[in-house]
């Protein structure tokens, strides 16, 4: 139910979830279940659905833009 202002994308066999309450979770999902390899709390509350584009994720929060991936991009 916190997941209701940002849809998950899928990218590299992985979901990135963001969450209403700021939570940003990576996670791999298979027949066994889900496993979480990444949690990170950001700042404000997530907005929309992340983006994908030359090896970065960037994703809207209420209170900045923010991007994770390879050092150099511009996000």
Do not use: W
């Amino acid at each position: 139910t916190e997941q209701i202002h940002a849809s998950p994308i899928a990218a590299d066999g992985k979901l990135y979830v963001p969450m209403n309450n700021g939570r940003f979770f990576v996670v791999r999902p298979s027949d066994a279940g889900p496993e979480v390899l990444c949690e990170v709390e950001l700042e404000g509350n997530c907005l929309g659905a992340p983006a994908i584009a030359g090896g970065g994720i960037s994703g809207a929060t209420s209170e900045r833009l923010e991007c994770f991936g390879r050092p150099g991009i511009v996000g």
